[in-house]
DNA sequence: GGGAGACCTAGTAA
DNA sequence: ATTACTAGGTCTC
C-alpha cells in the first residue's frame, strides 16, 4: 500500500496557513502570444444565440486577461508535477501552452494559469474566479495531489529497471482527475484520429460553454453542460468537421439525458465503482469502447489501475512486458490481455506508469531521449536487452 | 464469438 | 500528381 498521507498532509498545511510569506519572486511572464487563436465556424454560435439567448456567451465585456502578477507555489516540486509531460500529452485537449513552460484552462468554472517556475516548483494564478478559495480546491483536485507521484515512481523503479531509466529524464509525468463529463466527451472525439484534429473538434464543443476570458490569444470557456450539448445536431457537427463520431456526441448526450438519475450523477457514481464495472457501463455509451472507456476511467474516474491500450502501448508490451506475443497483430481481444500485464507488472497505479511509457514512445519526447531507448522500436529484430 | 470492412479527414509516404 | 496508408477505435455484419 500507498503511504501518501505526509504528502496529503502537507498540502493540507499549504491549503490552510495563509501565506504571508512574502510572495514568490515569482517569474512573471505576461503570456504575449505568438500562437493565433484557433478559430471556430461563428456561425454555430450565432445560431444558437438567437435560440437560446441563457447563458451562452453572455461573455461579460472581454475579459482579456494576462497571467501577470503573481505565482502562488504549489510546494510539490517537480518530481510531482513537471507541466510539459502531463498538459501536452494527451490526457486533455482543453489546455493551452500560453507561454514557456506555461499552461492555461479551465477547472469548473475557474480560469486559471499555471506555470513551472525557475525553482521548479509550479506556481498557479486564477484569472477568473469567484471564490478563490473553492478554485484552490478545485485547482488541488483536478491535480489529483492527494497521490504522491514520486512515492508510486518508487516502486514502478524497483521493479522496473527501463521504467526506472525513463522515470530519470521524464520527471513529473502525472495523471489528472478530470471532469467525467469532459473527459469523456473529449475522448469520444479521439477515436482513430490526431490531436491537431482532436484539439479542433474539442475547442470546437467547448465554445459552447460559457466564456471566462482569453489568454495569451486563446478564448477559454466553461465547458457546456450536458443540456447545452443537447442542443447541437448531427450536421452541425459533421459540418465541423466531426466525421462520423457526429453521431457518437449525439447519441451519448442522448444516453446520458436519459439516464434517471440524471447523466452527471451518473457518470460521477462511476468513481465508486470497480474498473470492470466502470468500463462496462461507458462502453454502454455509443462512441465508447475499450480504449476510450479506459482513458475516461484512468483520466476522470480514479480507476487508477485502468490501461488504455492502442498501437503504441501495444507496442510497449509486447516488447517489455509480454515478447511472446510479439509480431502478432493487436486485436481488440488482446486488449485485456495487456491491461493485465500492466496491472500484474506495476500494480494499483499501473495507468500511471503506463502513462510514462506511452509519453516515452512520443516523437517529441524520443527527441530528447537517449538513443538506446529507441532502438528496439524500429522491429524485434534487435532486441537487445538485459540478458 | 471474433474477424474483416467501413467510417471522417488531414497529413505524409510511395 | 494520384494512390495508399496512418493516426490514442468503434460499430456492424
Redesign the pocket.
Known amino acids: 500500500m500507498l503511504q501518501s498521507n505526509q504528502f496529503v498532509a502537507s498540502l493540507t498545511k499549504l491549503r490552510i496557513m495563509k501565506r504571508k510569506t512574502s510572495s514568490q519572486p515569482a517569474s512573471s511572464t505576461p503570456p504575449s502570444s505568438p500562437h493565433q487563436s484557433p478559430h471556430f465556424p461563428v456561425k454555430l454560435n450565432s445560431i444558437f444565440d438567437s435560440k437560446k439567448p441563457k447563458n451562452i456567451l453572455k461573455n461579460s465585456p472581454a475579459i482579456t486577461t494576462k497571467a501577470s502578477g503573481e505565482w502562488v507555489p504549489l510546494s510539490i516540486g517537480k518530481s510531482e508535477l513537471y507541466l510539459p509531460l502531463t498538459f501536452p500529452?494527451?490526457?486533455t485537449f482543453r489546455w493551452k501552452e500560453t507561454g514557456p513552460l506555461q499552461y492555461t484552462g479551465v477547472i469548473g468554472p475557474h480560469l486559471v494559469s499555471l506555470k513551472q517556475l525557475e525553482n521548479g516548483d509550479v506556481g498557479y494564478h486564477f484569472h477568473h474566479t469567484e471564490c478563490e478559495e473553492s478554485a484552490r480546491l478545485a485547482l488541488f483536485d483536478f491535480l489529483n495531489l492527494g497521490i504522491s507521484l514520486s512515492e508510486i515512481w518508487e516502486e514502478f523503479k524497483v521493479s522496473d529497471l527501463r521504467f526506472c531509466e525513463l522515470a530519470s529524464y521524464l520527471e513529473g509525468a502525472r495523471v489528472l482527475r478530470q471532469d467525467p463529463l469532459e473527459c469523456l466527451i473529449q475522448?469520444?472525439c479521439?477515436?482513430?484520429?490526431?490531436?491537431?484534429?482532436?484539439t479542433?473538434m474539442v475547442n470546437f464543443l467547448s465554445s459552447l460553454g460559457k466564456y471566462l476570458g482569453n489568454v495569451g490569444g486563446y478564448d477559454f470557456h466553461e465547458f457546456p453542460e450536458i443540456n447545452r450539448l443537447a442542443m447541437v445536431s448531427e450536421t452541425e457537427l459533421?459540418?465541423a468537421?466531426?466525421?462520423?463520431?457526429?453521431?457518437?456526441i449525439i447519441?451519448t448526450v442522448e444516453a446520458l439525458q436519459s439516464k434517471p438519475s440524471g447523466g452527471l450523477q451518473w457518470l460521477a457514481a462511476l468513481r465508486k465503482l470497480n474498473l470492470e464495472e466502470a468500463v462496462d457501463a461507458l462502453?454502454s455509451?455509443?462512441?465508447?469502447?475499450?480504449?476510450?472507456?479506459?482513458?475516461i476511467a484512468l483520466f476522470s474516474l480514479d480507476q487508477h489501475h485502468a490501461i488504455?491500450v492502442?498501437?503504441?502501448v501495444w507496442q510497449i508490451a509486447t516488447q517489455y512486458l509480454i515478447p511472446e506475443l510479439s509480431g502478432t497483430?493487436f486485436?481488440?481481444?488482446?486488449?485485456s490481455r495487456v491491461a493485465d500485464a500492466f496491472v500484474c507488472k506495476y500494480g494499483k497505479y499501473a495507468g500511471w506508469a503506463q502513462t510514462l511509457l506511452?509519453?516515452a514512445e512520443?516523437p517529441s519526447q524520443k527527441a530528447i531521449l537517449p538513443s538506446r531507448f529507441c532502438d528496439a522500436e524500429k522491429g524485434n529484430v534487435a532486441t537487445a536487452r538485459q540478458e
Open positions: 500529452t494527451g490526457q475522448f469520444l479521439s477515436s482513430n484520429n490526431n490531436i491537431g484534429r482532436i479542433k459533421r459540418e468537421g466531426f466525421g462520423y463520431r457526429a453521431k457518437y447519441g462502453a455509451l455509443p462512441g465508447v469502447g475499450p480504449k476510450v472507456a479506459a482513458c488504455p492502442d498501437t503504441h497483430r486485436t481488440p481481444k488482446l486488449c506511452f509519453i512520443l
